[in-house]
T-cell receptor, first 112, second 113 residues
Framework: SQQGEEDPQALSIQEGENATMNCSYK?????LQWYRQNSGRGLVHLIL?????REKHSGRLRVTLDTSKKSSSLLITASRAADTASYFC????????????FGSGTQLTVLP | NAGVTQTPKFRVLKTGQSMTLLCAQD?????MYWYRQDPGMGLRLIHY???????AKGEVPDGYNVSRLKKQNFLLGLESAAPSQTSVYFC????????????FGQGTRLTVV
C-alpha cells in the first residue's frame, strides 16, 4: 500500500507561474522527500525535510511539512518549461520499516 | 562518476523465460533497492538489501528473487516471466536506509509478451 498520495494528479501552468503540489501520508515518519522524474528517466532527489522541521528551501523550491495533518507541500516558484516532469513524495518511516515509500506522483506541465 | 547503473535498458521476454537485471553503484552505499513503476501506481518496492550478503522482501516480492554477493551489485531475477511483470524497473541505493536521499538508476523497461 502507498504511504504518500500526491494531489493533484496533474497540473498545467504557464511559465513564470508558481506550482504547488501536495502530499498526504498515513503513519509517523522520520522524514519526507521530494523527487522529480523527467519522462523516460530515473528519479532525482530534490529535497529532504525531517519530521522536526516545518519548512525548507532550496533554490526555487520550498517545502513545508505539517506532521499534525500528516501533509507536505512542494512549491516551485517562477516555473520554467524545464520543470515539466513528474514529482513524487516519498516518506521515510520511523521504526523497523525504514524504507522509502513513494506516492503515485503529480504530473506537472509548464507551458511556454 | 557513474552513480547507479542498470543493465539492460530495454528487454522483451516471452512468457516463461528468465532473465537477470543488474544494478551497480559506485558510491559505497550499504543500502540498495529494486522498485517497479507502473502507470498510476508510483514506485513499489520489490526487494531491498541492507548490506552485502543480505536481502529482504518489499511490498511486491512475488515472482522475483535477488542477490547481493558484492556490496556494489544488486541483481534482480525473474525465474519465469509473466505478462504482469511488464513494467519499468528502477534500482536505487542510499547511504542510510530511508534516512537520506536515494540515488536512482535510469531504469529498465521490460515487456513480457
Amino acid at each position: 500500500s502507498q504511504q504518500g498520495e500526491e494531489d493533484p494528479q496533474a497540473l498545467s501552468i504557464q511559465e513564470g507561474e508558481n506550482a504547488t503540489m501536495n502530499c498526504s501520508y498515513k503513519t509517523s515518519i522520520n522524514n519526507l522527500q521530494w523527487y522529480r522524474q523527467n519522462s523516460g528517466r530515473g528519479l532525482v532527489h530534490l529535497i529532504l525535510i525531517r519530521s522536526n522541521e516545518r519548512e525548507k528551501h532550496s533554490g526555487r523550491l520550498r517545502v513545508t511539512l505539517d506532521t499534525s495533518k500528516k501533509s507536505s507541500s512542494l512549491l516551485i516558484t517562477a516555473s520554467r518549461a524545464a520543470d515539466t516532469a513528474s514529482y513524487f513524495c516519498a516518506t521515510g518511516l520511523s521504526g523497523s520499516a525504514r524504507q522509502l515509500t513513494f506516492g503515485s506522483g503529480t504530473q506537472l506541465t509548464v507551458l511556454p | 562518476n557513474a552513480g547507479v547503473t542498470q543493465t539492460p535498458k530495454f528487454r522483451v521476454l516471452k512468457t516463461g523465460q528468465s532473465m537477470t537485471l543488474l544494478c551497480a553503484q559506485d558510491m559505497n552505499h550499504e543500502y540498495m533497492y529494486w522498485y517497479r513503476q507502473d502507470p498510476g501506481m508510483g514506485l513499489r518496492l520489490i526487494h531491498y538489501s541492507v548490506g552485502e550478503g543480505t536481502t529482504a522482501k518489499g511490498e511486491v516480492p512475488d515472482g522475483y528473487n535477488v542477490s547481493r554477493l558484492k556490496k556494489q551489485n544488486f541483481l534482480l531475477g525473474l525465474e519465469s516471466a509473466a505478462p504482469s511483470q511488464t513494467s519499468v524497473y528502477f534500482c536505487a541505493s542510499s547511504y542510510q536506509e530511508a534516512l537520506t536521499e536515494a540515488f536512482f538508476g535510469q531504469g529498465t523497461r521490460l515487456t513480457v509478451v
